[in-house]
């Protein structure tokens, strides 16, 4: 049993404060990623559960132990580094090795663990070289073998595809994840990377200012984000946000209207994913000015100016959009359930779809 | 058309003779200011009244009075019957282990305590004040009537130990030897932060993580990671302790009765008061051979380390 609770957790370097209040339940087995700007308190949320760091406040619970005063050895944890942390003078196989050396594990025993653990990252051929003899790649795989030779409770993982190239990045992502599944451990795994986090959390939690913004799966966190930042941080391009209004179940926006928007009443901000948008149909339509155009092959970006509203708008279109010109008039549109109202004031999420 | 003076031999001897002419001011300068005199110095050691011999050599390494033995001394009491070089030997054997390990845990140690920047200022101190000066506060600190160190002793009711060390050949060098691993400590402490302190934090975390101890951190993690930091350290300690002069100087002049001399303090009496030169080159000569070896070593590898 590993679930993890974090419970009120604070935590201040002299002035600065990195996490003020972070309250998070990661389940047994669960893949949990903390997604956030740089600076969100994501990395040191993750040193606090490995015990690295104390927390000046709150609770950290280990499947119903309190662990917060407990130092790292006595937490069955595991970490991956963002830069490895391989020791450069032993070889491959004397750091997958390690952990078990300093829990006294009998050599037969860890020569067949360090072996069933290269074997799962397909690094059998490198257990006698020295980690600068290795690829970015194959170190990464090095420091993911040492981390789950002891078969951890916990997974935890800072960043660990970041120094890796693009190509390498996308096969390991899925790899990490159906390691995980695998091992039936329960991971916490930080980035920055919003692709990332979606293909390995079963759930995500978006962090910034320190504080958790929202806990969800994939797709609640894409499909109903909790409130502006959510919303602008997950899905590339960016969501777009405009100013709206409603009065009498009429919402009034980028100089067209539209009508049964209950609930809600006064000045709001509402926003529609770019890959939401089609031209010429949608429940919500708005005449628009194409600015620019970015071919991307597959799909097109354009952006596009709305005439008397002033604001810019982004779509997100399939490939057949790419004849389009700088100063074409269009007609844009949304389906009303892709339509999120936000609150002006706080940023939070008051209607998903209207 | 091709010309004749273009071949790639004589393009290689033009580039050859460049080369030493950049190299000549150089040279020039290191021939009259180091190659001469080391000529010179292995000129008169082997100059003798039977012509070239190698007498002086025979002669310093059989010498046996107290002052000047190098290998056997016919001291009396006291001491053990050691000449000067067999006294170099025994402070390297003492003095680099000792040296290196205690600067290496104390630069570990240190990481761990506020106001590091500090401590490791007051130890520097004994690096930046002259060894004569240094030699000086050995005597002080072994002084029977102020010395730090024999009051301990007489606290501890070591009555032997309770008087002045420098003054007696059973103490004499012991007192310098000790002195020197304070003298010389700055030196280690200093390479070592340096070296520890390029540890990545992830290394130490990652082996904490992983269940080791701080001991264990320190024995599988720290002391591999600074070793090239630790052999350097180990031997710029040797060659000092081989070259070592100064301290015994203004300490204990080599005494009493022989019991502090060094192979450098040899030298200076042939050279300074016997007026024997040919002797005093000949202890040279050996000086310099014995550190040469020592040096080629670190340079071998400086020079291994940059290749990599």
Same mark, same amino acid.
């Given at each position: ?182 091992? /039936? %451990? ?9 692709? +990332?986090?979606? *293909? $390995? =959390? !079963? ?59 209950? /609930? %809600? ?9 770019? +890959?939401?948008? *089609? $031209? =010429? !149909? ?73 | ?308």
């Amino acid at each position: 049993m590993a679930s993890i609770m974090l419970e009120g957790i604070v935590k201040r370097f002299g002035k600065t404060v990195a996490l003020r209040g972070v309250n998070l339940e990661v389940r047994d087995g669960e893949a949990m990623v903390l997604l956030g700007p740089s600076g969100c308190g994501k990395t040191t949320t993750l040193r606090i559960v490995a015990g690295l760091e104390r927390p000046d406040e709150g609770r950290v619970v280990f499947g119903g132990r309190d662990v917060t005063n407990l130092p790292p050895k006595d937490r069955n944890v595991a970490m991956v580094f963002q830069s490895y942390a391989l020791w450069p003078h032993m070889r491959v196989f004397d750091n997958i090795a390690f952990p078990l050396k300093i829990r006294k594990v009998e050599s037969s025993e860890v020569r067949r663990r360090v072996r069933w653990a290269a074997e799962l990252l397909e690094i059998e051929h490198l257990l006698d070289r020295y980690p600068h003899q290795l690829s970015g790649g194959q170190q990464q795989r090095v420091a993911v073998a040492r981390a789950i030779v002891t078969e951890p409770e916990v997974l935890l993982m800072d960043e660990p595809l970041s120094n890796l190239d693009a190509i390498l990045r996308v096969k390991m992502r899925s790899e990490i994840k159906k390691l995980q599944r695998r091992l /039936g %451990v329960t991971m916490v795994y930080v980035t920055h990377d919003q692709v +990332e986090a979606m *293909v $390995i =959390g !079963d759930r995500v939690a978006v962090m910034n200012y320190g504080e958790v913004q929202q806990v969800g799966s994939p797709q609640e966190i894409y499909n109903e984000p909790a409130n502006t930042f959510v919303a602008t941080f997950i899905g590339s391009p960016q969501m777009n946000i405009v100013k709206g209004v409603i009065s009498g179940g009429l919402l009034s926006l980028l100089g067209t209207q539209i009508e049964g928007v209950e /609930g %809600v009443e006064g000045e709001v901000l509402v926003g529609f994913r770019p +890959e939401r948008i *089609v $031209i =010429g !149909d949608g429940d919500l339509k708005f005449p628009a000015i194409v600015d620019f155009v970015e071919d991307l092959g597959s799909d097109v970006i354009v952006h596009l100016s709305v005439e008397g509203a002033g604001e810019l708008v982004i779509a997100k279109l399939r490939g057949a959009h790419a004849s389009l010109k700088p100063g074409e008039k269009v007609l844009a549109g949304v389906m009303r359930s892709d339509i999120h109202i936000f609150d002006p004031k706080t940023g939070r999420a008051l209607k998903h779809g209207v | 058309m091709s010309r004749v003076g273009d071949s790639p031999l004589s393009l290689k001897i033009k580039e050859h003779v460049r080369a030493y002419l950049f190299l000549l001011p150089a040279l020039a300068l290191l021939s009259v200011f180091v190659i001469y005199p080391i000529a010179g110095t292995i000129s008169i050691s082997l100059r003798s009244e039977e012509g070239f011999t190698l007498g002086n050599y025979i002669a310093v390494v059989t010498e046996r009075s107290p002052t000047k033995a190098l290998i056997i001394s016919e001291n009396l009491g006291g001491a053990p019957p050691w000449g000067a070089l067999l006294h170099n030997a025994v402070w390297i054997l003492v003095h680099v282990p000792a040296t290196t390990a205690l600067g290496l845990v104390l630069a570990y140690m240190l990481t761990h305590v506020y106001g590091r920047s500090v401590v490791k200022s007051l130890i520097f101190v004994s690096m930046v004040i002259p060894m004569v000066v240094g030699g000086l506060i050995i005597r002080f600190i072994f002084d029977g009537q102020v010395g730090v160190i024999p009051r301990l002793m007489g606290g501890l009711g070591l009555e032997d130990l309770a008087r002045t060390w420098t003054a007696y050949p059973e103490t004499s060098l012991a007192s310098l030897i000790i002195g020197s691993i304070w003298l010389w400590l700055g030196f280690s402490l200093t390479i070592h932060s340096a070296a520890v302190d390029n540890i990545p934090r992830s290394y130490i975390e990652a082996a904490r993580i992983d269940g080791a101890s701080e001991l264990q951190i320190f024995r599988y993690i720290v002391v591999p990671a600074v070793w090239p930091a630790t052999l350097t350290v180990a031997v710029m300690t040797l060659l000092w302790d081989l070259k070592i002069f100064d301290i015994v100087y203004a300490a204990t002049q080599g005494g009493p009765g022989g019991s502090s001399t060094v192979l450098a303090y040899v030298m200076w009496l042939y050279f300074a008061r016997a007026l024997d030169y040919g002797k005093a080159a000949a202890t040279a000569v050996i000086l310099t051979i014995l550190t040469l070896v020592a040096a080629a070593y670190l340079v071998r590898r400086s020079l291994g380390v940059e290749k990599r």
